[in-house]
């Protein structure tokens, strides 16, 4: 009977995994019937791994970037959200791939940084903030791009803001709000020079000035060189 037991628990416990990438909490096990003497033996013998001191995963499930951000949010606890290269990562914005796993929280909570988790307390953390990407918390592209501004410079900032406003994943209005909302951060004159690059009235200046030379070709030989630290157009 106690055997039965076990492996109806076992199995309530595998389909939380399932839907958590493998990972799961010891309040989890415990809803799922198993006995806090059971789930020390077995992280004493090796069949679970615990991962920063509060997500546990069985020994055989890979340790994945998606395993090891689900265990961080779950050491983290209520209200925490994966963000700034993390939360690139979930949105495929192209920024680096991060090297440990980066987490916003609310400043009344304070969980702390250990090794392969990078936690940021934020006054600017709400659940309005916070979308669901394949079921984890990520703060939503508009702030995640504010957020890089740290990490990334100009040019980088640029290419990923265009290519979040052209895949309607934030505007660049969402974006300026962050800014202004942010400004004095490290990194806020880098994220507003890329704001003034992105800007789609540049980018349409841009296209005009470029239909203007290119109807200008019909009198005369003009090409326009590349050249490391500048355009130029030459005549010939």
């Known amino acids: 009977m106690l055997a039965a037991v076990n492996g109806e628990a076992d199995a309530a416990l595998g389909e939380i995994a399932r839907r958590q990438s493998g990972i799961f909490t010891r309040a989890d096990a415990r809803a799922a019937g198993i006995a806090d003497s059971a789930i020390a033996a077995r992280l004493r013998s090796g069949v679970w791994v615990a991962d920063y001191g509060g997500a546990i995963r069985a020994s055989t499930t890979p340790n994945t970037i998606g395993a090891r951000e689900r265990a961080a949010l779950a050491r983290a606890g209520e209200g925490a959200a994966l963000s700034h290269l ?17 987490i916003t929280v609310p400043t009344a909570r304070n969980p702390r940084s250990v090794t392969g988790v990078r936690v940021v307390r934020s006054r600017h953390m709400s659940d309005e903030l916070v ?23 100009h040019r980088q900032l640029t290419a990923i803001a265009l290519a979040a406003m052209q895949r309607m994943l934030c505007r660049l209005e969402d974006v300026k709000m962050w800014h202004a909302r942010l400004a004095g951060r490290p990194g806020s004159a880098d994220l507003g020079r890329a704001l003034e690059e992105a800007d789609p009235a540049l980018e349409s200046i841009l296209a005009a000035e470029f239909a203007r030379l290119a109807s200008a070709s019909d009198s005369f030989d003009c090409r326009v060189r590349v050249e490391p630290s500048r355009w130029r157009t030459g005549c010939l």
């Open 131 to 153: 979308r669901h990407v394949q079921g984890v918390p990520v703060l939503e592209p508009a702030r995640t791009i504010a957020d890089l501004a740290l990490l990334l410079d």
């Open 86 to 102: 993390s939360a690139a990562r979930r949105w495929a914005l192209g920024a680096p791939q991060p090297e440990q796993v980066w």
